[in-house]
């Protein structure tokens, strides 16, 4: 599995902003795929998760704020940023969680920057 992320950039606070992932390789066994995000000097922690059932998981400091979802046709998985805080400033990972029997399989994509000014 291969994941290419885009998207990122620079906001002001309250603006907008979206990172998306492509994945490709053996993508059958995906289970769900997610994006995480790295502050500078802090640890890469969960932002939100999609399931291939469409469940969805968010972070509490997103709720309401970022909305994870879908294009099955493109293998593609958009993270909507709204009402952005200069606290979400961070380097944003795409991640993909694949099932293979008995094991499971952590990919993860190159990270892209999300610099939110205030």
């Known amino acids: 599995v291969q994941l290419q992320a885009s998207g990122g950039g620079l906001a002001q606070a309250g603006g907008s902003l979206r990172v998306s992932c492509v994945a490709s390789?053996?993508?059958?066994?995906?289970?769900?795929m997610g994006w995480y995000r790295q502050p500078p000097g802090m640890q890469r922690d969960l932002v939100a998760v999609?399931?291939?059932?469409?469940?969805?998981n968010y972070a509490d400091s997103v709720k309401g704020r970022f909305s994870i979802f879908r294009d099955n046709a493109r293998n593609t998985v958009n993270l909507q940023m709204n009402s952005l805080k200069p606290e979400d400033t961070a380097v944003y990972y795409c991640?993909?969680?694949?099932?293979?029997?008995?094991?499971?399989?952590?990919?993860w994509g190159h990270g892209t920057k999300v610099t939110v000014s205030s």
């Open positions: 390789g053996v993508i059958s066994s995906i289970s769900s």
């Open positions: 999609i399931t291939r059932g469409g469940s969805t």
């Open positions: 991640n993909a969680v694949q099932d293979a029997g008995s094991k499971t399989y952590n990919y």
